[in-house]
């Protein structure tokens, strides 16, 4: 089947997009537009909310609201209502940085790192949001100098693959359950391909589907780097991928660049690729309860 265009949003930065498994809805984020998005399963209108902080990325929690990444740190979002609740402050003294991409480890726990806005080669932590024994929050530093952290999945609880954007690499990590990120055993490096890679996602078998900003494309890559399908966007600046649906068969793709001058080739919108194989189910926030 061919691409779909899904929703004709227009976003300047649509990113972060998760299928949310219990409640059959997907969500996805505009960080410049400071919307989070969503459309429920039974396909009725898209619902969105605007906010007072631009959101880096989303993961959904048990109780049906979720957890964002914000500027100054993370916070649980109600839909239904629009509030905004703080749950543990990030570089809240640092106006200059924002967070961006993240997403559950195999654990509940959310990893997501910050980036300086202005100037991209000023190096930020990878972060991981815990909670102590009395429950209260705390955020942990897991590797130092991400420059533009972005896509990370697990392709097993003790192995994480993370992408830094303007290194064009992805590495893979030893991931343990407590205490910071090591070297990295493994790297593939991108560079030979269009665009820098953004956001990524795992499907069943392992393999990395790649999302390229300025590739126009989501490509898949083996573990060992074999680019083994390409899928090609109408627009350059693709930023994010996730497996939906409730038979996960669906790729989503959000693309940023709405409303720029001569953006008129869906740029910004929400897109999807049926039936190209089958991903693994997003981690939901684990909450407090840890």
């Not at 984020?29 to 631009?54: C, E, N, S, Y």
């Not at 089958?278 to 926030?285: D, F, K, Q, S, V």
């Amino acid at each position: 089947m061919p691409l779909e265009l899904v929703d004709d949003c227009r976003l300047a930065l649509g990113e972060g997009v998760v299928w949310d498994s219990r409640a059959e809805r997907l969500y996805w984020i505009g960080i410049a537009d400071r919307q989070v998005r969503w459309l429920d399963q039974d396909g009725g209108k898209p619902g969105a909310l605007h906010l007072d902080t631009r959101p880096g990325t989303l993961a959904p929690y048990r109780d049906g609201r979720v957890l964002l990444a914000v500027e100054s740190g993370f916070a649980l979002l109600d839909t239904a209502d629009g509030t905004l609740e703080p749950v543990a402050a990030v570089e809240a003294d640092r106006p200059e940085r924002r967070m961006n991409d993240g997403k559950c480890d195999p654990y509940g726990r959310l990893v997501a790192g910050t980036m300086t806005l202005d100037d991209p080669r000023v190096g930020g932590p990878l972060y991981r949001l815990e909670y102590d024994g009395d429950g209260t929050a705390r955020v942990v530093t897991l590797r130092e100098g991400m420059l533009i952290p972005n896509g990370l999945d697990w392709p097993e609880p003790d192995q994480l693959w993370h992408i830094d954007t303007p290194t064009r690499a992805i590495r893979l990590f030893d991931y343990p359950e407590h205490g910071p990120l090591a070297d990295p055993v493994r790297t593939l490096d991108v560079s030979a391909l269009g665009g820098d890679p953004d956001g990524m996602t795992l499907d069943a078998e392992g393999n990395l589907w790649v999302a390229f900003w300025g590739g126009a494309a989501v490509r898949c890559l083996s573990p060992e780097g074999r680019v083994l399908e390409t899928v090609e966007l109408p627009t350059g600046k693709v930023t994010s991928c996730a497996f939906g649906g409730p038979a996960l068969d669906v790729l989503y793709v959000t693309t940023a660049g709405g409303g720029e001058p001569g953006a008129d080739d869906g740029a910004g919108s929400l897109y999807r690729y049926p039936g190209l194989t089958t991903g693994r189910p997003a981690r939901h926030w684990a909450g407090p309860g840890f």
